[in-house]
């Protein structure tokens, strides 16, 4: 239960640490909160030969708003800060919402925004938020910036676009419009567990009290965040009747192709799923048309 | 060398406990800059620079912390593994709120596991300090 041995850098400056990047390629891996990687040295199922330990490049944790209500928010942002943070909340009120979520405290006083994106685990609430969010990730090397859209960043189980010389710098978070109705729903055995499936969700209403735009993702159900364009554009267009969601939560289910695994059944996956989605759209709704009333 | 590690060998200070390694159990659990960390999922250089407490600068020799005494008064450890990530935990907790529900203590501990309490002993004594003065709390 002791990491294999490793060689250690703890750059202060960017610089010098994606020098190290570009020295070391797919031999080293990047520390941050370390609340994933850890884990997995510890028990010895990761055995990087070199770490390069980010946490004292301070310039990486940040969290910035401009004027066009555009988030931005560093890659080594601590998400126990982001969770108190007024400017977060106010900004994008569905990001706070998943936060909490995250683990258990004690994580989040160390995990970073950063860290839980690129280690991409199926179940993170993050990658999720990330994809519906339609998020921008810069990347950073020493060649320069690469900007990757959420939707092309998350490739498979625990893989994502990032180069081995690469850093995630920045997460960019296009502006909220506060009329949307939006939902995060998880279940987990306990709270604080891996959730075993979640729905995140948005909606926008128009006056007329139909459903102009909608969001939906998926996150638990295979390797990486699923977004269901099926159940999205059955929403669109429609005006709220009591049985939408429980059609919601039917094409839900259909679309979702969620492993089996220790927890939980592709089953179990599927048809929780589409209860959750269920659940959030209802929510959505009426955080939707009480947007609509102010 | 993690930080849990160092604290127990270079330290000397082996009242935090290794469980899992791996980030789950919470008994490795200690304050960085006052607030509550996974010693055991720490590089111990990481700590460089930092404030750190432990379960043994609680209380004096002579009198126990407040927390000590809830969980003495309360029944809240049998075994003692988990105590001290579960007391270090509850002076973060304090800290941030002061004046906790149940559920919120409840949702507070739930990244610390004791296989021998059920609990409700350990959320009894955690509410108890809460509900009295946190001045003299140091």
Known sequence: ?294 | MTLADFVRQELNLTGTHLGCEHGVCGACTILMNGEAVRSCLMLAPQADGAVLNTVEGLGESQELHPLQRAFQDHHALQCGFCTPGFLMTAVAILKENPTPSREEVREAISGNICRCTGYQPIINAILQVSKKSMETEK
């Not at chain 1, 289910?253 to 492993?259: I, S």
């Open chain 1, 1 to 294: 239960m002791k990491p294999a041995p490793f060689e250690y850098f703890a750059p202060s400056e960017l610089p010098e640490a994606l020098e190290l990047l570009e020295r070391y390629g797919d031999e080293a891996k990047v520390l941050a909160g370390g609340q994933s990687l850890m884990p997995l040295m510890n028990l010895r199922l990761a055995r990087p030969k070199v770490i390069v330990d980010i946490n004292r490049l301070s310039n990486l944790s940040f969290i910035a708003v401009n004027s066009s209500g555009v988030l931005t928010v560093g890659g080594l942002t601590r998400q126990r800060e982001m969770e108190r943070s007024v400017v977060v909340r106010q900004q994008n009120p569905l990001l706070a919402a998943a936060l909490p979520m995250i683990g258990h405290f004690q994580i989040r006083n160390r995990g970073t925004l950063g860290g839980s994106i690129v280690h991409a685990d199926p179940a993170a609430e993050l990658p999720a938020v990330s994809l519906l969010l339609e998020v921008e990730f810069s990347l950073r090397s020493k060649s320069g910036v690469r900007r990757v859209r959420a939707q092309d960043f998350f490739m498979d189980y625990l893989t994502t676009a990032l180069r081995p010389d690469e850093l995630l710098t920045e997460v960019q978070f296009p502006s909220w419009s506060q009329r949307d109705g939006w939902a995060i729903e998880e279940i987990a055995r306990r709270n604080g567990d891996f959730a075993i499936v979640g729905v995140a969700l948005r909606i926008r209403m128009d006056e007329a009290d139909m459903i102009r735009n909608a969001g939906i993702v998926t996150f638990g159900v295979g390797g990486i965040p699923q977004r269901v364009h099926r159940a999205e554009e059955g929403l669109i267009g429609r005006k709220p009747d009591p049985q939408l969601a429980a059609e919601l939560a039917k094409v839900v289910a259909e679309e979702l192709k969620p492993d089996s695994d220790l927890h939980a059944s592709a089953e179990y996956r599927k048809e929780v799923g589409g209860v959750l989605a269920r659940r959030a759209l209802t929510s959505a709704l009426v955080r939707a048309r009480s947007k609509e009333e102010n």
